[in-house]
């Protein structure tokens, strides 16, 4: 097939011709005449290309790479390279021949000046041509390599960028994921958070349930990076997701201190999300965990949360924050908690769900309650009780009525009255259902006896 689409039919075979031609080329080139030996490989790639001998012809220009190469002549190499691609009835099998052998040139160039100016000669004859997109998307990630080592993550980022390499039918999907985890790698780097979030979806977390271990490497990668992404916008719930991903992994469940900080990190990440029905479902699936009674600290944690039981704030953190920040020996802290500026945000955050905790306990054990009282039970001034009262409410977690003049917070939601009517029609409904059964049982418990009596 032609490079225009084109299929073409051979017409003659030229193989015995280029098996002679090629040696002849090589002992010239070896004698110092590569241009004669050049030309004589121009002649016959005309030739066989006329005649859609595509083998032949991937021969003949292969070979004329090769002794460019062999003499050190980059310059020539480069030049042969466009010629042969901009040739009119191109073969594709043969131009993807020489493609991937002068790829194999890429590492082996004398100085970064040259191997530069190799990689963008193949990348721009390779641009649009679908049979050597694999060669191309190579290429761009070596070059990206290149210029972040020179510190140039922006221009590294946007050369991976340019590939859809999930569109690419011909690539291995380990590769595939190699390439994308590569993008989001860079535009982590250069802090383009929205387009790391667009990247990832390329990636489908099924292709992880595979248990090959390259590919629960690859796995590792991609949850480290996209908890990465959620902590710089500090989705909590996210993180905490992704780090039972991990734990769930293979290669993590085998190391014991890797599944313990995966797994303590899930604890804290789900306790510091704002609560809702998934963040409550969440804990609870968690709080199943048979591992939780190796880390007894962290399943304490986990009952504090889910007990329907206050808290009281100083204590609690004060009785954990040596644990949760500082460890102890034969069980190290995580990364949550450090002495850290995003460390003390969290910890306050962590201070925050305490609060919002008892809050929500309040709600259910209280119909009404002073602004005084609600205060010294939260340990908080009655102004911070009622900002943090006044969240909880904002966000429909509860349903709360502050009377400042009285001093009370009313928890019991104002019912309308066409609400209270229907809800006591349908008990009256009950009552009479349970009335009219019961006056059936008593008449067939008579009738029974009665019938007992004249026996």
């Excluded at 390279?81 to 131009?95: E, F, G, M, N, P």
């Excluded at 409550?280 to 968690?286: A, E, F, K, N, P």
């Excluded at 990364?335 to 945000?345: A, I, R, S």
């Amino acid at each position: 097939m032609t490079v225009e689409g084109t299929l073409e039919r051979m017409e003659t075979d030229y193989s015995d011709t280029v098996d002679k031609l090629i040696p002849e080329c090589q002992l010239l080139a070896t004698d110092g005449q590569l241009n004669e030996a050049v030309e004589k490989l121009h002649q016959m790639e005309k030739q066989t290309r006329v005649a859609c001998d595509a083998i032949s012809n991937g021969r003949v220009m292969v070979c004329a790479v090769q002794l460019c190469f062999s003499n050190k002549r980059w310059e020539k190499l480069n030049d042969i390279i466009v010629v042969y691609t901009k040739k009119r009835s191109q073969l594709k099998q043969a131009v993807a021949k020489m493609i991937q052998e002068c790829f194999t040139y890429v590492e082996k160039t004398p100085d970064m000046a040259t191997k530069l100016k190799l990689i963008e000669t193949l990348r721009t004859v390779t641009e649009g041509k679908i049979y050597v997109e694999n060669e191309r998307a190579r290429l761009s990630m070596v070059l990206a390599k290149i210029k972040e080592a020179s510190g140039d993550i922006t221009e590294a980022a946007d050369i991976l960028q340019e590939l859809q390499v999930e569109t690419f039918g011909t690539m291995d999907r380990k590769e595939k994921t190699e390439f994308i985890l590569e993008q989001m790698r860079l535009c982590l780097g250069k802090k383009d958070y929205i387009r790391v979030q667009i990247i990832s979806k390329k990636i489908s977390s099924r292709y992880f349930d595979n248990a090959e271990e390259e590919v629960q490497k690859l796995k590792i990668r991609f949850y480290e990076m996209m908890i990465e992404l959620d902590l710089a916008e500090s989705n909590y719930l996210g993180t905490c997701k992704h780090f039972k991903a991990l734990y769930e992994t293979p290669l993590i469940k085998d190391d014991k201190m890797k599944w313990q900080k995966a797994l303590k990190s899930t604890v804290l990440y789900v306790l510091l999300s704002p609560h809702d029905n998934e963040q409550s479902d969440l804990l609870h699936r968690i709080k199943l965990e048979k591992r939780l009674d190796d880390i007894p600290k962290y399943r304490d944690l986990i009952e504090c949360f889910t007990c329907q039981e206050l808290m009281q704030l100083q204590k609690f953190l004060a009785n954990y924050e040596h644990e949760l920040r500082e460890g102890e020996s034969g069980s190290p802290c995580t990364d949550v908690f450090l002495h850290t500026v995003d460390g003390n945000k969290r910890w306050k955050d962590f201070g925050n769900r305490v609060v919002e905790h008892n809050i929500r306990i309040m709600a259910k054990y209280y119909t009404r309650i002073t602004s005084k009282r609600m205060a010294v039970l939260l340990d908080l001034s009655v102004d911070e009780a009622e900002e943090y009262l006044a969240k909880l409410v904002v966000n429909n977690t509860i349903f709360a009525k502050i009377d400042r003049l009285a001093g009370m917070v009313n928890f019991i939601k104002q019912r309308d009255p066409s609400d209270v009517l229907d809800e006591w029609s349908v008990s009256m409904n009950k009552l009479m259902g349970l009335v009219n059964k019961t006056t059936h049982l008593i008449a067939k418990e008579e009738m029974m006896h009665a019938l007992k009596v004249k026996a």
